[in-house]
Every structure is written in C-alpha cells, then in structure tokens.
C-alpha cells in the first residue's frame, strides 16, 4: 500500500486531522517501529564489498562521530559493534543517537591510525511527503502500521490508547519486528551477540 494511501484511510477515520499531520504521525511510528532493535532492513554496509562501513581512525583521538564527518551517508542511530576481526569486537563505547548529538565511538585504549569495521543501523527515510513510500514492507501495512497509526493518534487525543499501547506495542510490534528480521537468511550455527 503506498503511503498516500494510508494517510486516505486515516483521514477517513479521522477526518478532523489534516494530511500533513497524519503523515507526521505517520513517520514518527515508523521511526518508533525501526528504533526498538536493530533488523537486518535498516543495517547500513558498503554496497562496493557488502561488508560493515569502516571508520579510519587516527592515533591519540579517542572519540568519533559516526555521521557524514566521518564518511557514513546514512542517518546512523546506533553502533552495535566495532571490530577488526569480526569475532573479536573492540572494547570501547557506544552511544545512540539522541536529537543534539549523532551516534558516538568512544574507544577505551588508543585506537591508532587504522580502519575498523563499524556495525550500525540507520533511520527510516523521512517521510516528508506522501510520495515517499513507507520502509516497513507492504504486507504489513494494514495489519500492523494502519493499526500502530491509529493508536498512536488516539493516544495523542486522549493520553492513553489501548490500541496503541497494549496491541501495537505489546503484540504488533514484537511481531512486526519478528518477521522482518526472519525475512533473512541466517546461518544456523551463528553466535547470538544480544545487543
């Protein structure tokens, strides 16, 4: 379903709310969606080698931005690992993205002038307007996004929404999150590394 689409069904639910504010909504509930953990959609990787993006560091700076200033094109929101060799991730600390600061790097020892693997995940495309399709996929936008969308707005309305706190979050989004993380293939044998 496109995301003109949706905001139609809304607004015919809510005929009171502009489309520009339901589209607002809109967005925020999928930025909700892909910041509660890390799924394969929103992983970022360089499309030359398909590998995690590199930072290369410098000797004696201890912290780094990972953002544009560091070559990383996406909109970063969380680093889960750093590393040389993927099996032995580096020891240092990691900060979400928070809306004054972008996501962080903090090495513990000096980090040298090298180039470590970063694994990361982005944010959602913003949906600035109705032409930009949503990045949950189409099977799910009826079942769960329509759903999530308007118990978010019920919330808004009236501080609560059962619908929004007890389904969507509570069911909707475990789900939603399950399958598009078991839309990927995995190797069985693989170490889970919680984040």
């Not at 909109?75 to 032995?88: F, G």
Request: proline share 6%; aromatic share 12%.
């Amino acid at each position: 379903m496109q995301t003109q689409s949706l905001i139609n069904l809304a607004k015919k639910q809510f005929p009171d709310w502009s489309r520009e504010m339901l589209l607002e909504f809109l967005n925020e509930l999928q930025r909700i969606i892909f910041t509660q953990s890390p799924t394969n959609q929103m992983k970022v990787y360089d499309p030359s080698t398909g590998k995690d993006p590199i930072l290369t560091t410098t000797s004696g700076q201890y912290e780094y931005t990972i953002d544009s200033t560091n070559g990383f094109d996406a909109e970063i929101w969380r680093v889960v690992s750093v590393y040389i060799n993927e099996d032995e991730p580096i020891e240092c600390m990691l900060l979400d993205t928070t809306p004054s600061s972008p996501a962080k790097v903090i090495f513990k020892e000096d980090p040298a002038s090298q180039d470590y693997y970063v694994r990361c995940y982005r944010f959602p495309v913003e949906l600035v307007t109705e032409n930009i399709q949503l990045e949950v996929p189409d099977a799910y936008h009826l079942s769960h996004v329509y759903e999530g969308l308007c118990g978010l707005i019920e919330k808004f309305r009236s501080g609560k929404s059962d619908r929004y706190d007890g389904i969507f979050m509570q069911t909707l989004l475990p789900d939603l999150l399950k399958k598009m993380s078991d839309n990927h293939t995995r190797v069985a044998n693989t170490k889970y590394r919680g984040y």
